[in-house]
């Protein structure tokens, strides 16, 4: 049998991801799950989001995620079957009031209340110009039509790459995506319990079809934040797969 290229792609795509998916989590929620060869991915009304690779959210950097150098290969792979695709990047002032650098008496990973609710302190990190708010360097940026960049106000973080965190201020990603006629959104990146979960839901919210990644992304894990997120997954009717 003779494949055409983008056939062979996604096939390819299919057997890393099955190869290289997380154990600890693709146990959970099954019923939920879908295999990217069997929906067709990459259609003119479909778009990759790739959320945040970038290096201080992998090994070495000062909110690393374990491991989250090891998506970057998945993610390459199913950027060629893609033709519409995005970047997030978290994008913060020196002195962004989610760093607990700006805080005397707080704990990394403690919260605090803000007007749009509360808020995770979080070492500094991807801080504007630095190389910890660029790309991964093995991360394929070529391909990507657009770049979106969050969290440069510096009272108010931004997990989503569609809203900032008080769920009002626009990112403008909504608008973009509207204006292409994308119906459905793959999701991936760092890190699935934090910004790819809300990035995930606000995109179902909109009225977009979401699947999330399986074997192109990795969580934080604080907590019961994995299972927090697959749960909402679940009820919400995201795919994770």
Known sequence: MVLNRRKFIKYSIISSLATHSVGFISSAYADNKVSLSNVNAG?????????DVQNDFCPGGSLGVKDGDKIIKNI??????????????????????SFVTEYSDKDVFSSIDMPYGKQTLWPAHCVQGTNGADF?????????????????????????GFFE???????GLEGLLKTLKIKRVFICGL????????TALDAKSLGFETIVIEGATLPVDIGDSIKNTLRGFKNKGIHYG
């Open 191 to 198: 890190a699935l319990d934090f910004c790819v979960n809300y």
């Open 43 to 51: 259609s003119d009304s479909d778009i990759l989001l790739i959320i």
């Open 165 to 171: 965190n008080d769920k009002v201020t626009p990112t």
């Open 76 to 97: 390459n792979l199913i950027q060629e079957s893609f033709s519409n695709i995005a970047l997030t990047q978290d994008w913060h002032p020196i002195n962004h009031s």
């Open 136 to 160: 991964h360097k093995d991360l394929n940026t070529l391909k990507a039509n657009t770049i979106i960049r969050k969290g440069f106000r510096k009272e108010i973080d931004s997990y989503s």
